[in-house]
C-alpha cells in the first residue's frame, strides 16, 4: 500500500476551489437553534457516528446511505422537540435505539443498535456527571481549545480510536476530531485551530482516494475488498490504509496552502465527493469497530 506522488500533485491541483468552499457535510436541524440544543445535536450524532461494518445489513432510508439514515432519524428527533436530557440518554437501551432508528430489534444490525446504546448510555452519565446535565458544557470547558474538548472526549471508551502498527503507537480518533468540526460547523465551541485536525481517518475517504489514483492498494486487498471482505479492526492491512489517506490528506493540504484548504475542509470535500455513483459502484473496506 502506497502513496502515488505524482499522482497526488495533479490530482491536488485539479481540485476545484470552489468545491471546497462549499463543501459542509453537517446537516443541522432548523430546530436547533440554541446552543444548547446544537450542542446537544452534535454530541448526539457524533457519538452514534461509527458502525459502517453494519451498514450493508442496516435497514436503510429510501436513497439514504448509512451514515445518512442515522443522521435522518435524529434530525427528525430534534426537529420534533424530542431530544432527550442528559438523564435520558444515561438510560438509552438497544431497543431504544432500534426503534428510532428504523431497525428489526432482532435484525441483522441488532448489535450496532446495542454498541449505539452503550454509546449514549457513555455520553448521557458524562454530561449529567460532569457536566450538570448540559450538552454545551463539555463544550464550554474546552475554551476554545480542540485538544480540551478531545481530551474530554477520550474519558469515554469508544472515543479511544488507537492502534499499535509494528510496535508504534498510531492515534486516529477520528470522532473526536469531527466532532470539534462539526460543532464549529454548527456555530458552537468558538474553536481556534481548527487546521490542526487531520483527515477524519474512516473508510470513505481512503476509498475515493484509492478510485482516483492516489493510492495503490495491493491487487490481493483490493480483491478481497471487492468480495465483501471485512478486514480485522486493528490490523496491520486497516491501519495502513487509513493511515495512508491521513498522510496524502496532508501533503494534499500542505500543496494547496492554509488559506486555499485545511486536511479537515478536504476531508468534507473528499466525503461528499464518495457519495458519487462512480464510488459507490465499488465496494470500500469494511471494518467492525466502534471509531468508524
Not at 500500500?1 to 470552489?18: K, V
Not at 435520558?88 to 428510532?100: Q, W
Amino acid at each position: 500500500m502506497e502513496i502515488d506522488s505524482a499522482r497526488l500533485e495533479a490530482w491536488t491541483d485539479a481540485i476545484p476551489g470552489e468545491d471546497l468552499a462549499l463543501a459542509a457535510p453537517l446537516r443541522l436541524p432548523r430546530a436547533a437553534r440554541s446552543i444548547e440544543s446544537r450542542c446537544a445535536f452534535v454530541l448526539q450524532l457524533d457519538a452514534v457516528n461509527f458502525g459502517s461494518g453494519w451498514f450493508p445489513s442496516l435497514l436503510k432510508r429510501p436513497g439514504l446511505s448509512g451514515y445518512r439514515t442515522i443522521e435522518a432519524a435524529l434530525v427528525d428527533r430534534f426537529e420534533r422537540g424530542a431530544f432527550p436530557s442528559a438523564e435520558e440518554l444515561a438510560r438509552s437501551t438497544p431497543g431504544d435505539c432500534a426503534a428510532l432508528f428504523g431497525q428489526a430489534p432482532d435484525g441483522e444490525a441488532a448489535a450496532l443498535m446495542a454498541l449505539f446504546a452503550e454509546a449514549w448510555t457513555d455520553l448521557g452519565r458524562l454530561v449529567r456527571d460532569r457536566f450538570g446535565g448540559r450538552f454545551a458544557g463539555p463544550v464550554e470547558a474546552a475554551g476554545g481549545s480542540p485538544d480540551e474538548l478531545v481530551r474530554t472526549l477520550l474519558e469515554l471508551p469508544f472515543y479511544r480510536d488507537l492502534a499499535q502498527h509494528r510496535g508504534r503507537p498510531v492515534a486516529f480518533l477520528k470522532r473526536a476530531q469531527i466532532t470539534v468540526a462539526d460543532l464549529a460547523g454548527a456555530g458552537a465551541g468558538g474553536f481556534r485551530d481548527l487546521d490542526r485536525l487531520t483527515l477524519f481517518a474512516d473508510n470513505l475517504v481512503p476509498h475515493v482516494l484509492r478510485l482516483d489514483g492516489v493510492l495503490r492498494f495491493d491487487p490481493d486487498l483490493v480483491a478481497r475488498i471487492e468480495r465483501g471482505e471485512l478486514l480485522e479492526a486493528g490490523g496491520a492491512e486497516e491501519i495502513e490504509i487509513r493511515a495512508c489517506a491521513v498522510h496524502a490528506v496532508e501533503l494534499a493540504a500542505g500543496r494547496l496552502g492554509p488559506s486555499v484548504a485545511t486536511p479537515a475542509r478536504l476531508d468534507a470535500w473528499l466525503w461528499l465527493r464518495g457519495g458519487g455513483a462512480a464510488y459507490k459502484a465499488h465496494p470500500r473496506h469494511r471494518t467492525r469497530c466502534v471509531y468508524y
